[in-house]
């Protein structure tokens, strides 16, 4: 499967965003999504991620500001972020895989599929 990440942007403290993840090919809806992201100097992180059976899961950092979606009739993966802070800067990327077990559903490893990054600047 083919991801691409769309929706980043320059905004203000407080403010929301919705990121796109949209992926190619018909057994999308079988495909656990992962959002990850990386700020400058730092390594790529855990943000949120979505299962087959639409359980999500969400770093510490991000739950209750965040909500994770998808709608398999679109092959698209959304992350609502609200209430942004700009510690939340960073590039976004999509991924997913199709065999991963929930015990590595946070490790970025796991994931055989990627999509190229959305860059997310908050300015305080």
């Known amino acids: 499967v083919q991801l691409q990440a769309s929706g980043g942007g320059l905004v203000q403290t407080g403010d929301s965003l919705r990121l796109s993840c949209v992926a190619s090919?018909?057994?999308?809806?079988?495909?656990?999504v992962g959002w990850f992201r990386q700020a400058p100097g730092k390594e790529r992180e855990f943000v949120s991620a979505?299962?087959?059976?639409?359980?999500?899961y969400y770093a510490d950092s991000v739950k209750g500001r965040f909500t994770i979606s998808r709608d398999n009739a679109k092959n698209t993966v959304y992350l609502e972020m609200d209430s942004l802070k700009p510690e939340d800067t960073a590039i976004y990327y999509c991924?997913?895989?199709?065999?991963?077990?929930?015990?590595?559903?946070?490790?970025?490893?796991?994931?055989?599929?990627w999509g190229q990054g959305t860059l997310v600047t908050v300015s305080s």
């Open positions: 991924a997913a895989s199709d065999r991963i077990i929930l015990s590595a559903i946070r490790n970025s490893g796991n994931y055989g599929n």
């Open positions: 090919g018909r057994t999308f809806s079988m495909y656990t």
């Open positions: 979505i299962r087959r059976d639409n359980n999500k």
